[in-house]
């Protein structure tokens, strides 16, 4: 890419030599003190007037097709206010869980007994759950057609789309080559080859999907949405019921998760958007669906899961040559079982690369993105695989990183991680107490993430408005997942107007406040920030030319002096100088335009940076009962400039716990007889908690970066690549033997050790 | 429902004090000890009361209603969350005559009688300031829909603790084990709650 401009949407980029006052420094969320006075209100706590309770009928069976939807004893009884039909005779059932019908009803409890109601006659058919099960020669065929692929703005956006056709439940994914790694592979002094594992994991937002519809006539409706982007639901309302998108009112004022799950009006395994829209119709009034816990677990996506065949070649002295990852996964119905970036991206040193990934179709419901779509897949894998293939060669597995990435932030983060971790004094605890045969094992293990700065351009409109009284509020319609975006546009609108945090009134969560983005791919701060820049200086250009008019002096005269305005010789307080504005006051809005710089180092593709991202893992192994304990992550991210250390931290720290979860407790199990899953809840569904935290220690490398006018870039998926991939590698340094599978459970440690004593 | 205090129809009002608003039911069998619910119940509509939040209400619930329900759905309270729905989250917790329990487990006419304390309560006892001051100021909320539950749990622990000042890491997580967070906020949890256990956040 070209060299950064000059300016950047006509504005200089808050560059090296850029001081703040506001930016950059911890502020705690404007939102927080709702939030812990337990006064916020999100989507399953909104009551209008009138409101009735909705429920969904769903498929018990895995796969068949449906006779006959029987709505009557629904209908019949007291308080059940409208029940419609969500399939139909000949619906082909494939995953259990599946919409059939939906009712509404004066109370939640009159709505589950309605919806339990229901008659559905499906005439059964063979299913399968199991990816090899799936595989095999004469499995029942989950599509019978291709498939189209569901996108949202939690994928990747520079990922192409899967073009490769059905054959039997397979299909291929995109492809990734560069080089010849067959070749390279006949040719290496050492082959690594294992095969890797990770199970399918769910999102598991402590608020379920969630949606409240209510007509406001026949052509405009307002929608109360638990999303991660209220314009999709906006636009998807709009399209499912035919009216015009600024008729839909979208309103997300607190946003109780998402990870990736909350995308559009319809959750990924379910039309909920139309359930809700076509009930508060026939009703004729407000209809609030919320999901169950199981319905979350069977129903609204998941991280697909993965076997991963990796191999690797290497010279004997430790340069790689060949990096080869053959994987398949499913995303249940859905689509999108890739493994990120790390085997094609990261290692760039190594000439030979190929990653060659399928999705497995089985009767489940859909996977969709999962904070960094695929990534954490890969991560696991390859890491572990360069760890293992590192102890083979006799290196130390740090050294083999940074010998074949070449960017530079990323090698100053394994340089800063190795200090701040003792590295090297772990390793060589590690391995005292392996070669001792401790009971009680420690390891030490690291890996990489990456990701792209994928701000979007003129999306985010954001509105500044200054008021003759000196009151200022800035206002967009994105909604605040729990990144702290709405923190983040107060402090850049003071930061530009030399005012306090707390001065600036923040409006947000709802569709008439000004397009925004959708709170995936880690691009909301990037996105929005810059614009809160654009509209901010434009009004403080406004400002000083009020200024200028009133006192008798060229604009250019006018500048701030700390919080006051100098204005030729004269001084003047914020609120004096706003007394100069007319009775409107103003009001200016700002976007961004497209991403200016890809420095310091290009994502794949070029046009953007890459993101870089280096994690550190510690763990205590008890041998005897195979418990593994993390007890510390180092984290060292960049996210170019940070915008509140604060919110960024605590982000990160919450990617880490995410991490955890995948590598040591959690996994969804389908019950190969009934199709079903089994630990549909959050007792049997392992989330970490309490028990699995570790010292956590972050650290951030700061970017300078000139892509958009704040320099800033997300972070919120980066941050828990590497964590599973980081423990794997650990917990291979404390026994010698890797676990090549997730979670990493008790059970799994000692198979590990059993096979090791086995070997000759 | 209504904020007017009203004489129940069996007269059980009692031991409800002058005070119009009760400031957190903190001693255990605090509110307006009502006997445990009358023999039978249903298949109507029952009447419950209680103090929420130091003020009395009254809804008129399905006996098969949780008291989560009820709360939220007939009380319009903010506060509790659910998020399991069967007692394993903690999100829904709230503070019954002093004690933490989840309230998506319970039944509202089982607490009938009973003093119910949120999160929310608007005159907040002071370990309970302490804990909103010291959970903003550690960012221990992202998502914030666990927040309310944490805040009972760590009010409740720090309320019971015998030396408070004493507590330590290990304490702290081990007694709010039952509380999942899915935003990862719980080191940022463990400080909030240590902070005011030493008294290093406090109310005023
Ligand atoms: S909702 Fe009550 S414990 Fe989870
Ligand atoms: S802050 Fe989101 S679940 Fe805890």
Known sequence: ?760 | MSDAPRLSRRGLFRTVGGTAVLSGCTREGGGLRRPAHPEVAGPDPTEVQLVLDGRRVRARVPIVRTLATCLTEDLGATAPKVACDRGACGACMVRVDGRALPSCSLLAVDVDGRCVDTAAHPEPPPLLAALRKAFVEHDAAQCGYCTSGMIVAAWDLLEHANARADLTEDEVRRKMAGNLCRCGTHRAVVRAVLAVARGEVTAS
């Open chain 1, 1 to 760: 890419m070209k060299k950064p401009p000059a300016t950047i949407d006509g504005l200089p980029a808050w560059g090296p030599s850029f001081r703040p006052t506001v930016v950059g420094r911890p502020t705690d969320r404007i939102d927080g003190p709702a939030k812990v006075a337990g006064r916020a209100v999100y989507t399953t706590h909104v009551r209008p007037p009138g409101l009735l309770y909705g429920a969904i009928v769903r498929a018990k069976v895995a796969a068949g097709i449906v006779e006959g939807i029987d709505l009557s004893p629904a209908t019949k009884m007291a308080g059940v206010r409208a029940a419609i039909p969500l399939a139909e005779p000949g619906s082909r059932i494939r995953f259990a869980g599946q919409d059939l019908a939906a009712v509404a009803a004066t109370t939640p409890e009159i709505a589950r007994a309605a919806a339990a109601a229901v008659e559905v006659r499906i005439a059964p058919a063979p299913f399968v759950v199991d990816l090899d099960a799936a595989l095999a020669d004469g499995a029942p065929r989950v599509h019978e057609a291709n498939v189209a692929e569901r996108r949202t703005e939690g994928d990747d956006p520079t990922e192409a789309a899967a073009k490769g056709t059905v054959v039997g439940n397979v299909r291929p994914l995109p492809a990734f080559v560069t080089g010849d790694v067959e070749r390279a592979l006949d040719r290496a002094d050492v082959v690594f080859d294992a095969t890797y594992e990770t199970p399918v994991v769910t999102h598991c937002a402590l608020e379920p999907h969630a949606l409240t519809v209510a007509w406001d006539g026949d052509d405009a409706m307002t929608v109360w949405a638990s999303t991660q982007s209220i314009f999709s639901v906006r636009d998807e309302m709009a399209e499912v019921f035919g009216l015009a998108p600024a008729k839909v009112t979208v309103i997300c004022e607190h946003l109780g998760g998402g990870f990736g799950a909350k995308f559009g009006a319809s959750a990924p395994g379910s039309r909920m958007g139309y359930a809700a829209g076509a009930l508060a119709r026939e009703a004729k009034a407000p209809v609030r669906l919320v999901l169950d816990r199981r319905e979350e677990q069977e129903v609204t996506g998941h991280r697909p899961s993965s076997r991963q065949r990796v191999r690797l070649g290497a010279t004997r002295d430790g340069s790689l040559v060949a990096i080869d990852v053959l994987a398949h996964g499913s995303a249940g119905i859905g689509t999108g079982a890739g493994v990120g970036r790390n085997a094609a991206h990261i290692y760039t040193r190594c000439p030979n690369r190929r990653v060659r990934a399928h999705d497995v179709f089985t009767h489940a419901g859909p996977g969709t993105a999962m904070r960094a779509p695929g990534h954490p897949q890969g991560a696991f894998a390859l890491e572990l695989a360069l760890d293992e293939l590192a102890a083979h060669l006799g290196k130390d597995p740090l050294d083999l990183r940074i010998a074949h990435d070449p960017h530079p932030v990323r090698r100053k983060e394994y340089e800063i991680g190795r200090e701040r971790f003792s590295w090297d004094a772990r390793r060589a605890a590690a391995k005292a107490a392996r070669e001792e045969g401790a009971r009680i094992r420690t390891g030490a293990g690291v890996a990489a993430s990456i990701w792209g700065d994928f701000g979007r351009a003129r999306v985010a409109r954001v509105t500044v408005t200054v008021a003759r009284d000196g009151s200022v509020a800035v206002r967009n319609g994105v909604q605040d997942i729990g990144g702290g975006i709405a923190t983040v546009l107060a402090q850049v609108v003071a930061e530009v107007l030399h005012r306090d945090v707390a001065d600036v009134t923040v409006a947000y969560g709802r569709s008439t406040l000004g397009r925004s983005v959708g709170s995936g791919g880690s691009q909301t701060t990037s996105s929005v920030a810059p614009a809160a820049r654009v509209a901010a200086e434009k009004a403080k250009q406004a400002l000083f030319e009020a200024v200028a008019e009133a006192v008798g002096v060229p604009a250019a005269a006018v500048a701030f002096d700390g919080p006051s305005i100098r204005a030729g010789n004269r001084v003047l307080s914020f609120a004096e100088a706003c007394a100069f504005l007319d009775d409107d006051g103003i009001e200016v809005t700002g976007s961004r335009g497209p991403t200016a710089s890809d420095l310091p180092f290009p994502f794949p593709g070029g046009g953007r940076a890459q993101i870089g991202g280096v994690q550190f893992a510690a763990v205590e192994v008890d041998t005897w009962t195979g418990e593994v304990r993390c007890t510390r992550i180092t984290a060292v991210h960049d996210c170019g400039r940070v915008m509140n250390p604060k919110t960024t931290e605590s982000q990160v720290a919450g990617g880490i716990m995410m991490g955890l979860g995948y590598a040591l407790t959690e996994i969804r199990h389908m019950d190969p007889t009934t199709g079903r899953v089994l630990n549909a809840d959050l007792e049997r569904y392992k989330l970490p908690g309490f028990g699995e935290l570790p010292e956590i220690d972050v650290h951030f490398v700061p970017v300078d970066t000139p892509a958009n006018a704040t320099g800033s870039v997300g972070i919120g998926e980066p941050a828990t690549i590497p964590t599973a991939a980081a423990v794997a590698c650990a917990v291979f340094d404390a026994l010698g033997v890797a676990v090549r599978r997730l979670p990493i459970t008790p059970d799994a440690v000692l198979a590990a050790l059993s096979r090791e004593e086995e070997a000759p």
